[in-house]
């Protein structure tokens, strides 16, 4: 089997560049065939994998499998008021792949119920920490609290600060009542920086991400819409405990492995997550290989199902 993999995306400090990189390894470990990177296949690839929406042929030379991280923009009025032919040929796209790959049941019932996705043609594939994801000793924590100036015990928050999130609430928790400081992790742009009372930490490397990871008090998530949440499993990963909104993908992706608020209570996710037990639970023992495996075997369908 020839596959040809967009990679375009492995460069992005976000989830879907995480997502990328991590299956592309997994993929080459996990081996069936030979893996091309490329955004532009030919006939001569038995199928094409855009790991993200917008890299979805609108006619593609060979069967094509499209990987959906979430639907939030299909599901807010304002956004699909806004959008235009480009992103409408995208999900025109979606519509004609062989394959459709999501983190969660709960992404995939959005694909069904906005872009009218054949639900035969889901695979619900979920992610995992990366191998970097693993607790950190205590000189490695001290490096990076003295590094990036962190507090001696804080939540965390771990995602882009590159654009302002509505469904995040990034904002909201900067501005509520705490005790604990909160330390927020990622790529940052100026409206990041005016947010009061946070410590930000920037873009870092896994090693040093993975080591404030298991600084933190616990990970909190006051997002109201999510696919999966890879951020939580990496705490998890790194023994620290999570706080979050009871959120159905959330739910479905960590089970009892979180303790979760009700949607919207800020106030009582902030309490629960300073009052969080230590030691985290295990991560899910789903696996980046894992995940490899269920993806060659979604291009062996998407190729038979064009025979």
């Known amino acids: 089997m020839k596959v040809a993999f967009d990679s375009r995306p492995s ?10 990189r991590c299956l592309l390894r997994a993929l080459r470990d996990t081996g069936r065939g030979e893996i091309v990177e490329t955004h532009r ?51 025109l796209a979606v519509q004609r792949a062989m394959g459709v790959i999501v983190p969660t049941k709960a992404v995939a019932d959005d694909a069904v119920a906005r872009l009218d996705v054949d639900r035969e043609r889901l695979a619900v594939i979920p992610e995992a920490p990366d191998a970097a994801m693993y607790r950190r000793r205590d000189r490695e924590i001290e490096g990076v609290r003295e590094r990036y100036r ?3 015990r804080y939540l965390l928050w771990v995602g882009c600060l590159r654009h302002p999130d509505p469904r995040k609430h990034v904002d909201k928790l900067a501005l509520a009542p705490r005790r604990l ?35 933190a008090h616990a990970l909190v998530l006051p997002s109201r819409d999510e696919g999966f949440g890879l951020p939580a499993v990496e705490a998890l990963a790194c023994g620290t405990p999570v706080a979050a909104y009871g959120i159905p993908p959330l739910r479905e992706a960590l089970g ?23 030691p985290a639970p295990a991560p899910p023992s789903w696996s980046w290989e894992d995940a490899g495996r269920a993806t060659w075997n979604v291009y062996e369908q998407a190729i038979a199902a064009c025979q």
């Open 11 to 20: 460069a992005d400090p976000r989830g879907v560049g995480r997502y990328a």
């Open 41 to 91: 296949p030919r006939e001569a690839y038995d199928v094409f994998h855009a790991p993200w929406m917008q890299g979805a042929m609108l006619r593609s030379p060979c069967p094509m499998v499209v990987t959906l991280h979430d639907l939030a923009p299909l599901k807010r009025r304002s956004e699909q008021l806004r959008v235009g032919m480009r992103s409408r040929l995208r999900h």
């Open 150 to 152: 962190l507090p001696e």
């Open 181 to 215: 400081p909160l330390v927020l992790a990622g790529p940052t742009r100026q409206w990041a920086h005016e947010l009061p009372n946070v410590t930000l930490t920037g873009q870092v490397p896994d090693d040093d991400l993975a080591a404030i990871y298991s600084g």
């Open 256 to 278: 009892e492995r979180a303790t979760f608020v009700e949607p919207g209570d800020l106030p009582g996710l902030i309490e629960t997550a300073e009052g969080i037990a230590r």
